[in-house]
């Protein structure tokens, strides 16, 4: 029987979720120790699932052994290179971020999953709705202590950085991508074009964000999302003609936006359009040479010590020595680990999401609308992180690790008796005879 995420039985859970979702916001304005509630009902739901047989063969010895090995991998690097000060860094955002991983199996039978996807939107929508005014006003809504940028920037060409409630143009794109996938599963679950409203909204809140690696990310998630949902249906020959008219539909989008001058004489929408052309512009766009200087560096910078790295964690900014931000997860991840260190932080997750996939795959039950969501979220997520370094922020490793362990363990979880014997029940159904809109 699941349990309203909204009880006094569940407030940690709802405390940990709403200090994801406003941070920052809450840091300025309420309290920062709220994050020691945070940590102390992760650190309790861990425990359990660490001293639970049944969780930690759920979770899979195999992947627990590879965390493990990263783990102590990580502090070991750092130890070696920064003593206690860089290890204390490791430690945070290297392992104990990773702690959903034992978290999410706990938890997740107690969550209404429709309840909290549902407040999610919500949430989405009074985010995307700051940032729209925002973009529209050229003025920051909710000041944020620390926050001292401009919403119109100047970096060889203007561009509009909106900050919502987060204080973070990436930040507020990264979870507006979240909310945006909330939106839709609800859609698809529900039929309910209150849910298609919210999920239009988001979407053009996370285009007013200026963030353009999460314009590339959030419609590759999207992609994941259509082509998962339509395998779901098992109809290959409706979903390859669909497939191909979306194709053709993605292609011509792609020419008009990036081989030609069109604007629309909408200054809000060729602003957008505007700063969506400078995502391959290399020469002319001050952000993205920059970038590119970050690349070469950071390319040289492994080159140095490529096996083994130049310590886990060497390129946070806290740290007293610390090396230039890569401006990749990729990078990151091999100036700081080496080969060694990043082949077994991927092959971690690799695991859990061929896991999952397979999973997937292997009954028709509602609850894959729960899949898609978390494999769009991981798939926007990792496609961000490979341009901009991400992970080892609290928002995106909490949230993308928190998917990993869904994928990798809800079914196992949850339906081994559906696994067996496959039942489609009531909504499933309707969801197989009724696809419209969006989600044909």
Known sequence: MKVKLITVKNLGLLICLIYILLRPFLNTYVTEYIKYIFILVMVYFAEKGITSKRILKEIGYGVIVICGLFSLYALISSLMVGGFELATYSLERYVFYMIPLFVVPTVQKRVDWDSTLNFLTWYGVVDALISITEFVIHRQLIPIEGVTHSVVQQFGDNSIRTFGLNGDYF???????????????????????????????????????????????????????????????GKPKKFLFKMGIAFVIVIIALLVVFMTDYKTGINGIDTVLARARSIVDFSG????????????????????????????????????????????????????????????????????????????????????????????????????????????????????????????????????????????????????????????
């Open 171 to 233: 930040l507020l794109a990264e979870l507006l991508c979240f909310c945006g996938f909330a939106a839709l599963y609800m859609y698809c679950n529900q039929k309910k074009k209150i849910h298609m409203l919210k999920f239009i909204i988001i979407s053009i809140g996370i285009f007013t964000t200026g963030s353009r690696g999460y314009y590339v990310a959030f419609a590759i998630g999207l992609g994941v999302f259509y082509i998962l949902y339509n395998l779901n249906l």
């Open 285 to 440: 766009n001050y952000a993205n040479a920059k970038r590119l200087q970050h690349w070469v560096y950071s390319i040289n910078k492994w080159k140095t010590h490529p096996l083994l790295g130049n310590g886990a964690s060497i390129t946070d900014i806290r740290y007293t020595h610390f090396e230039m931000v890569t401006e990749s997860g990729l990078f990151k991840r091999l100036v700081e680990l080496g080969i060694i260190g990043t082949v077994l932080q991927y092959l971690s997750m690799i695991v859990l999401i061929v896991r999952g996939y397979r999973l997937f795959r292997k009954t028709n039950v509602k609850d894959n609308l729960l899949y898609i969501f978390f494999f769009a979220v991981i798939a926007t997520l990792a496609t961000e992180d490979m341009v901009l370094q991400r992970y080892g922020e609290i928002e995106f490793t909490i949230v993308i690790w928190s998917a990993l362990a869904f994928v990798g363990t809800y079914k196992k979880s949850k339906f081994s008796k559906e696994a067996a014997f496959p039942q489609r029940n009531d909504r499933y159904l309707s969801i197989k005879q009724g696809e419209n809109g969006l989600c044909r």
